[in-house]
C-alpha cells in the first residue's frame, strides 16, 4: 500500500502551532489552559473538522478526533501527543505526534484505505507539569493512575484549583467522567521526537521504543545551624548545605553502582537557606529525579539515597528528612505493536534501532489500559525543551509514513 504523507504540509503547520505561544519566536511557551493554548485548541479542531473526524472533550480537556472505522463498535487504535509546552521551549515536542497523527490519517484516506476498526487521535492536557506540578495530567485521569479526588484540588502558582482553571476554559464535566472503559482501545501509538541524540548519531530513521523509563521524585530537606560565616569555628559547625552535597554526590554514586545505562538520577534543585554569603547554610531543600526502566533497579537506587541521607545526618549532626513525592511504574512496550511498528519500517524501506524512551510520555500512562507502542524520530542533537529543539521535514515524513503503515496493520487485526 502507497501512502502518500504531505510533509510540506505537517512543517507548515507546525510553524503555524509554535505561533500560538506566550514566548518570542523560536521560543514557545504554551501553558495548559492559557490563552495560547486554547487558541491553539480551537485551530487543531478545525483542522481535525476538515479531515472529516468527528470531535468530542472530556471534562480535563482532552480532545479526541475519531475516523469512524466499518466495525465502530470493536476497540479503536488510536494515536496521539500533546501541545502544551513548558517556558522558553521549542515547537516539536508532542506536537510532531499530534498533527503527525492527523498527516498520518489524512494520507491514509488519500490512499482509499477503509479501516476496519476506528482510528482516534487523541490531543493529551497538560503533559507538562509546569502548571499543576504533575506531568501527564490528561493521561493519569483518562487510565485511572490519578483519582479525580487528587486532581480536582491540584493548584497553579496563583493557587487556582483544577477544578476552578478547567471550569473557566469551558470543561465542566465530572472528573470522574474522564476515566476510559475497559477495553476502549486496541492499542496506542505515540509519535515523538527523541528527545535524545542516538538516531542521529547512528544515522537511523526510527527508534522502535521497546521500554519507557519511569521517574521517582524525593524532597530532601537537610536542617542544620546557621550562623556568622567568620565567627563559627569549623569544628563546631553543622552545615546543612555540605550535608546537601554529600547527598547530591550520593545521588550520582546510586545511578553508577548499578552499572546499568538505564538508571540515571539527577539532583535537579537545591534551595539554599538564607542564601548569604557570609552566613552559614542553615537549611537546604533538595529535588532529586530517580530514573530507570526496571522498578526495582530504581526502587534500590531510592533506598540507597536515603540510606546515604541517614548516615549524612548521623556524621554531621543533621536533622535530614527524605520524602518521595512520586513514583511511577516504568512500562515495557507491548510486543505486538512493537512487531507492527517494525513492519511498517520494513515497508516503507526505513532503517531501525529498538530503543528505551528515557524521558517518560502519555504513552507510559496509557500502556496501564492499552497496548501501547512508540516510533522515535531523530531531533538535531537530541535536544529538546529548548527554542533550538528541531527536527526535520525528511524525518518528520518517515515517522508519520511509519505511524499511518502501523495503524492501518493495527485497525485491520
Known amino acids: 500500500m502507497t501512502v502518500p504523507v504531505d510533509a510540506e504540509r505537517v512543517t507548515q503547520e507546525l510553524e503555524v502551532l509554535a505561533q500560538f505561544s506566550d514566548a518570542p519566536a523560536p521560543a514557545v511557551t504554551r501553558i495548559v489552559f492559557s490563552s495560547s493554548d486554547m487558541r491553539a485548541r480551537a485551530w487543531l479542531k478545525s483542522l481535525f473538522v476538515a479531515a472529516g473526524l468527528r470531535l468530542r472533550e472530556d471534562a480535563v480537556g482532552n480532545v479526541f478526533a475519531r475516523w469512524e472505522g466499518s466495525a465502530p463498535q470493536a476497540p479503536a487504535v488510536a494515536t496521539g501527543s500533546h501541545i502544551d509546552a513548558i517556558p522558553n521551549s521549542g515547537g516539536y515536542d508532542g506536537t510532531v505526534g499530534v498533527l503527525g497523527g492527523l498527516e498520518a490519517i489524512r494520507a491514509l484516506q488519500r490512499s482509499a484505505f477503509q479501516p476496519r476498526r476506528s482510528i482516534e487521535l487523541i490531543v493529551f492536557t497538560s503533559e507538562e507539569p509546569t502548571r499543576f506540578a504533575i506531568g501527564c495530567l490528561g493521561s493519569r485521569l483518562l ?85 556568622h560565616a567568620g565567627a563559627v569555628l569549623m569544628p563546631d559547625r553543622r552545615d546543612a548545605l555540605l550535608g546537601a552535597a554529600e547527598i547530591a554526590l550520593a545521588v550520582e554514586s546510586a545511578a553508577l553502582t548499578t552499572g546499568v545505562r538505564d538508571s540515571v538520577a539527577t539532583t535537579g534543585v537545591c534551595d539554599v537557606y538564607p542564601g548569604a554569603v557570609n552566613s552559614i547554610p542553615s537549611q537546604v531543600k533538595l ?30 549532626g543533621l536533622e535530614i528528612t527524605c520524602e518521595v513525592l512520586n513514583a511511577d511504574a516504568p512500562a515495557q512496550c507491548d510486543p505486538l505493536a512493537v512487531d507492527a511498528i517494525i513492519r511498517a519500517c520494513e515497508a516503507v524501506r526505513s532503517r531501525y534501532s529498538r530503543l528505551v524512551s528515557r524521558a517518560y510520555h502519555d504513552a507510559l500512562f496509557m500502556s496501564r489500559v492499552a497496548p501501547t507502542g512508540m516510533i522515535f524520530i531523530p531531533c538535531r542533537r537530541g535536544v529538546s525543551h529548548r527554542p533550538d529543539e528541531y527536527a526535520s521535514p525528511e524525518d518528520i515524513s518517515r515517522g508519520v509514513s511509519v505511524l499511518a503503515h502501523t495503524l492501518a496493520d493495527l485497525s485491520n487485526q
Open 287 to 316: 529535588e532529586i529525579d530517580v530514573r530507570d526502566t526496571d522498578l526495582a533497579r530504581r526502587e534500590t537506587m531510592v533506598r540507597m539515597i536515603a540510606t546515604a541521607c541517614s548516615d549524612v545526618a548521623a556524621k554531621r
Open 143 to 227: 487510565s485511572g493512575t490519578l483519582s479525580p479526588e487528587k486532581a480536582a484540588p491540584l493548584k497553579d502558582r496563583e493557587g487556582k484549583t483544577l477544578d476552578e482553571i478547567r471550569q473557566q476554559a469551558g470543561f465542566s464535566g465530572a472528573l470522574d467522567e474522564v476515566r476510559l472503559p475497559a477495553g476502549a482501545y486496541r492499542s496506542f501509538i505515540e509519535l515523538h521526537i527523541e528527545q535524545g541524540p542516538v538516531l542521529e548519531q547512528t544515522s537511523i530513521g526510527i527508534g522502535v521504543v521497546t521500554d519507557i523509563a519511569a521517574p521517582a521524585s524525593l524532597r530532601v530537606t537537610i536542617r542544620g545551624e546557621g550562623g
